[in-house]
């Protein structure tokens, strides 16, 4: 039983070393070549993403992209309403689950080379659920980082339209018409990804697109209820021949008074997010400095 533990453990550090050492070679290859990669264009990765990128630039280059259409259509839509349209790729979004999920079992394997279990006690079993927890984790942490993308790109979103609005507003109200104040709103707005959105508008009614048929598809990459309605309100603003300032100022006026109540609200669950860190580790403190001086003062009595 000895000899196959060692014999086991022997194979595992051996494959330990081996994917360690492929792995330096892959990530020197892979910063050798990033100069004249297809993602030289595209917007950089996460700290955490680039560390194991070589990863899924070797599962890119031995598998063979055959991605369902609607599989991959329903990727590039979550990608696109988390703004990351110009930071992966639906076939590269599918390695890097590939990548975390492979170093997940590396971990696993590390654990049983180095006899994890014994240090804690534990039995050998012990290494094998740490490995299929971690690739576990590695399996959920590329849709984890998707949806918090999402959530910060609607948020940057949310906090800038009202400005937009209000800017949007003035330069149809000073006798531009929406095309120009999109332009002007681009040029003196702040960056961020609205600005982004209003600039890929521009560029898709120069190259020939329907400035309605600009303004949808920016509501359905966006995949916000917000913005579908005020790309609705603008089309049917324009379709029904009324003042197209009027109707933004009010829809401005509204998400203003919106982000007013969302911040309300975060303000009124405050005390409610205080209750557990107040039960859990301020209160016990509280009540041990309280009851040591109490306490001692019994024991001297008694």
């Known amino acids: 039983m000895n000899e196959l533990t060692l014999a086991f453990a ?23 070549l990033a100069r004249m990669s297809e993602r030289g264009h595209m917007d950089p990765l996460p700290p955490l993403v680039k560390i194991i990128w070589p990863f899924v630039a070797y599962y890119m280059r031995i598998m063979p992209q055959r991605s369902a259409e609607k599989k991959h259509s329903l990727l ?14 639906p076939e590269e979004f599918i390695g890097l689950r590939f990548a975390a999920v492979t170093i997940g079992i590396l971990v696993g394997l590390m654990c049983c080379a180095c006899k994890v279990n014994s240090v804690i006690n534990m039995p050998f079993a012990f290494n094998i659920l740490v490995g299929i927890a971690f690739a576990g984790i590695g399996f959920i942490y590329p849709d984890s980082w998707l949806s918090g993308a999402k959530k910060k790109y609607t948020r940057q979103v949310m906090r800038s339209l009202p400005g937009y609005l209000d800017m949007i507003t003035m330069c149809c109200e000073a006798g531009l018409n929406l095309n120009g104040a999109l332009q002007q709103a681009v040029n003196k707005g702040q960056p961020g990804p609205l600005r982004t959105e209003f600039e890929r508008v521009l ?15 920016m509501a359905e990459r966006m995949d916000n209820a917000v913005i579908t309605n005020l790309v609705s309100n603008i089309i049917q603003s324009e379709l029904m021949g009324a003042s197209l300032a009027t ?38 403190v509280t009540f041990m400095i309280i009851a040591f001086p109490l306490i001692m003062k019994a024991r001297e009595v008694l």
Not at 267 to 279: H, N, R
């Open 203 to 217: 560029r898709e009614i120069r190259a020939g697109v329907v400035r309605t048929e600009a303004l949808r598809n």
């Open 76 to 89: 590039q839509a979550r990608i696109d309403a988390a703004g990351l349209h110009y930071t992966i790729k």
């Open 10 to 32: 022997t194979a595992c550090v051996s494959l330990t070393v081996a994917m360690i050492a492929w792995y330096i070679w892959q990530y020197v290859q892979n910063l050798t």
């Open 247 to 284: 109707t933004l100022r009010s829809i401005a006026d509204l998400r203003r008074m919106e982000r007013f109540q969302v911040a309300e609200k975060a303000a009124m669950e405050a005390p409610v997010k205080m209750i557990f860190p107040l039960v859990m580790f301020i209160f016990p």
